[in-house]
């Protein structure tokens, strides 16, 4: 089953990008760096009368798990088929800390390299809040419809916990739908990760989620 978009996953309408503002759609919100005129009349500019020339309007990008206005250069090489590699697709999802504790790399909010011989197989990492499910919802579209690096194989979702306690059932059924197109990995809250420590006994999720990277890389190096 296909990933629907954000606005059938959310009953929400995507923002377009305002042409010359550089304005971005982040978690359904439209955000505009400071240097661009925000409320008020925008300056007018005198420019001669016959010699301007109108710039082409370019098309806004479509999302992909990068660094906002960094172009990708076109990589050479292959991806390896070594190790395991842990893709955010949010900022503060917890694939720094999973890194820690159960090996592999992490390659922040982008796709692997091939140029830098970087893992083939890669675990999208996001939270349980809803503008991290979103989040999850476009990284996992860009994949369905092949924007990402070839020879990529996507082994899971983890979901980690953004508070104790049971999810909202809106959060519920948006994890629903998301495990129908990907395996997923539930980690619950674990307080000690949070203030940066490590916990004297991890939760069975965790456990079973370590047998799955051991099993795909079996020579990885973690830190308990």
């Known amino acids: 089953m ?31 760096p400071a240097h661009a005129p925000i409320g008020g009349p925008v300056p ?7 010699s301007t020339v109108a710039a082409p309007e370019v098309p806004a990008p479509r999302w992909q ?12 090489g292959r991806l390896s088929e070594h190790g395991i590699a842990w893709v955010s ?9 999973l890194t820690a504790v159960l090996g ?21 990492v996001a939270r349980t809040h809803a503008q991290g499910l979103r989040a999850a919802s476009r990284a996992l579209n860009a994949v369905r419809e092949g924007r ?3 020879g990529m194989e996507l082994m899971g979702l983890v979901l980690v916990a953004d508070a104790p306690g049971r999810l909202p059932r809106t ?33 069975r999720q965790v456990a079973r989620l370590e047998q799955r990277v051991r099993a795909l890389d079996p020579g990885g190096s973690r830190s308990r």
């Open 44 to 50: 007018v500019v005198d420019r001669p009368p016959s």
């Open 89 to 97: 697709a949010h900022g503060g999802c917890g694939a720094t800390t």
């Open 2 to 32: 296909p990933v629907t978009p954000d606005a059938a996953v959310d009953g929400e309408q995507p923002v377009a990008p305002v042409p010359g503002r550089h304005s971005y759609t982040y978690f359904g919100k439209k955000i505009t």
């Open 148 to 150: 990402h690096p070839a």
């Open 65 to 76: 798990p990068h660094q906002p206005g960094a172009a990708a250069p076109a990589p050479s």
């Open 171 to 203: 959060l519920v059924s948006r994890v629903k739908v998301l495990r129908s197109a990907v395996p997923v990995h539930r980690i619950p809250w674990i307080a000690p990760w949070r203030i940066g420590r490590q916990a004297d006994r991890l939760p």
């Open 104 to 124: 592999g790399v992490d390659l922040g909010c982008r796709w692997p390299n091939a140029g830098r011989h970087e893992p083939s197989r890669v675990f999208l």
